[in-house]
């Protein structure tokens, strides 16, 4: 059989620890995404590691460091089809540009434990997981900078109210958002249990103040039939 006469012990011993190490830091990853609710989590990021790693061992078993780099440059385009699907836009919004690096990086991590470079995906490891947690409280401070006009995010105003007012709160909402000069792209209304409505209205403005906009939820919370009024600032991660 060719299975007999090419298996060797020492090459599969090579692919078998290779495999535990993007296993192992796959799961090191994917936890962190996956304790975030990220989209991609425990499962897609190890499956993207050891899938990396599979494919960049056998390249390197079969056609030696050559068709290693081959493969490689295939596994980078691959993987970017694969970040795309997890990437959404709506309106001014765009989600899901984090996740889709960061399974470009368990896929890096994944084809160095192929390539036997197990200290480079361990250390490939250590920032990606540090760029995942220790960055967040640093991009929590400096979301909470003044705006400066070339900062671009996406805002929406939301508030809660009797549904039998739906109509009214709406045009009441749009009206104040043009006395706040931070006018409405759109105005949705969802309804919610208990005959409520619940009214999101996306500002066409990527710029905001925080003070302002408070303000401006504080005179919503005291129109009539309106329960809560709050507003939200998603950059997109």
Known sequence: MPFIASFQLGDFASTLISLVVAFVLGT???AERQ???RIAGL???VLVAIGACQFVDMAMHLDGAGGAV???AYVVSGIGFLGAGVIMKDGANVSGLNTAATLWCSAAVGACAGADLIAQSVALTVFVLAGNTLLRPLVRRLERLPQGEETEASY???LLGA???ATALQARLAEQLEEAAYPAADIEAVERPNDMVEITARLVSTTARRAELDALTARLRGLAGVSS??????AGE
């Open 28 to 30: 090191l990853i994917g």
């Open 35 to 37: 304790y975030r609710q």
């Open 43 to 45: 499962r897609t990021n």
């Open 70 to 72: 081959r493969v490689i």
């Open 156 to 158: 929406e105003v939301i």
């Open 163 to 165: 549904a039998a007012e």
């Open 229 to 234: 009024a709050h507003w939200f600032r998603s």
